[in-house]
């Protein structure tokens, strides 16, 4: 989700503006509302019911740590 300012994954958020305009960033469309319409356009609003799983955050590599030895 590139274009949504929040990052959400999965709808818009409640602050979406009338016109489906970014509660953030009033110039920009909501995402969302944009995906909504392409898929309506498209007549494949079935995928807005697929369940997908949670990220799971902690799979994810972090930076490791570094130990420093005094020499």
């Known amino acids: 989700m590139v274009r949504c300012a929040k990052g959400l994954l999965n709808g818009p958020c ?3 503006r009338r016109g489906g305009k970014c509660e ?3 110039d920009k469309d909501c995402a969302w ?4 319409q392409r898929l309506t356009s498209q007549n ?4 807005l019911e697929k ?3 949670p990220k799971n955050y902690r799979a994810v590599k ?5 130990k420093t030895v005094r020499a």
């Open 62 to 66: 972090r930076p490791g740590t570094v």
């Open 24 to 26: 953030i960033d009033a």
């Open 51 to 53: 369940y997908y799983e």
């Open 44 to 47: 494949r609003l079935d995928i």
């Open 14 to 16: 409640g602050g979406t």
């Open 33 to 36: 509302v944009l995906i909504y």
